[in-house]
């Protein structure tokens, strides 16, 4: 069986769905690992080193026409430089495993139906504790908060942290997170 990595296509999206480490567990397990030529440049992976480990290296095509198994972060999107959908790309009765929010994308849902695809939506994994290793939701959101935090504290423009010195005191700020 292989699983295909491509590479992210939305805007900004510097993550990739599965990085050398993993992939080298993967390869051992049986399964073929191919990917996207630059997949991971974002997350400073390189080719090279998803070579090293034994993934193949193949261009957008190729990843997309030869996976049985499909790993993604986001769901599959209009690709903005080369034209048309993802989900086209997909072949008929593979797999997809990736955060889909198949509440919020009913028109995505049904495409993916239309290509007989079995989806694995990492968003919809509960929260449990029998689940926990697969709860991609949380870890994301867990790095999402501490980076809106570091951006806050960047932005309020005094320190955070209260101080007194022979020169005098500075108070510690006060601030109220709602949530990212």
Not at 40 to 51: K, L, R, W
Not at 106 to 131: F, G
Request: glycine fraction near 10%; hydrophobic fraction near 45%.
């Amino acid at each position: 069986m292989r699983i295909g990595v491509p590479k992210e296509v939305h805007a900004g999206e510097k993550r990739v769905a599965t990085v050398p480490e993993v992939a080298e567990k993967l390869i051992k397990l049986g399964f073929a690992v191919t990917v996207e030529n630059g997949a991971g440049e974002g997350a400073n992976f390189s080719d090279e080193a998803y070579q090293a480990v034994g993934c193949q290296i193949a261009d957008r095509a190729g990843v997309w026409s030869q996976a049985d198994v499909i790993l993604k972060v986001r769901a599959p999107e209009a690709h903005p430089e080369h034209g048309g959908d993802e989900v086209d790309n997909l072949g008929e009765g593979a797999t997809l495993i990736s955060f889909i929010w198949p509440a919020q994308n009913p028109e995505l849902m049904e495409k993916l139906a239309a290509r007989k695809a079995t989806v694995l939506a990492m968003d919809c994994v509960p929260r449990i504790s029998r689940a926990q290793k697969l709860d991609a939701l949380s870890s994301m959101a867990n790095i999402a908060g501490y980076r809106a935090v570091i951006e806050a504290a960047h932005e309020f423009g005094r320190f955070f942290t209260g101080q007194i010195t022979a020169a005098g005191k500075v108070p510690p700020a006060k601030v109220f997170i709602i949530g990212v």
